[in-house]
Nanobody
Framework: VQLQASGGGLVQAGGSLRLSCAAS????????MAWYRQAPGKQRAFVAS???????DYVDSVKGRFTISRDDARNTASLQMNSLKPEDTAVYYC???????????????WGKGTQVTVSS
């Protein structure tokens, strides 16, 4: 299983970016998907998640600004980020709990990060 994240970049404060994460491989199903971020000098932290049923959860600091969504037909998740702030600057990582055709239980997979930089 591979997770490919894309969509990062440099944006001014108040701007928007949309991150995408695509899962590929011998996938039977993708359960919950999530985004985490790691700012310089800080630990990786939860940003948002979405269950297989579509229930979303967010860290308080992004509520009302970020929206997570998923497309089960394409095994993808997206994170629409609006009203970006300099403190949103971080490397963003996609995480998914995936069941493959050879697994008995779903396991967690991480993608490589994508850099988001918000200038003031």
């Amino acid at each position: 299983v591979q997770l490919q994240a894309s969509g990062g970049g440099l944006v001014q404060a108040g701007g928007s970016l949309r991150l995408s994460c695509a899962a590929s491989g011998t996938i039977r199903s993708v359960n919950d998907m999530a985004w985490y971020r790691q700012a310089p000098g800080k630990q990786r932290a939860f940003v948002a998640s979405i269950s297989k049923g579509g229930a979303a959860d967010y860290v308080d600091s992004v509520k009302g600004r970020f929206t997570i969504s998923r497309d089960d037909a394409r095994n993808t998740a997206s994170l629409q980020m609006n009203s970006l702030k300099p403190e949103d600057t971080a490397v963003y990582y996609c995480r998914a709990r995936v069941l493959t055709f050879t697994d008995t239980f779903a396991s967690i997979h991480w993608g490589k990060g994508t850099q988001v930089t918000v200038s003031s």
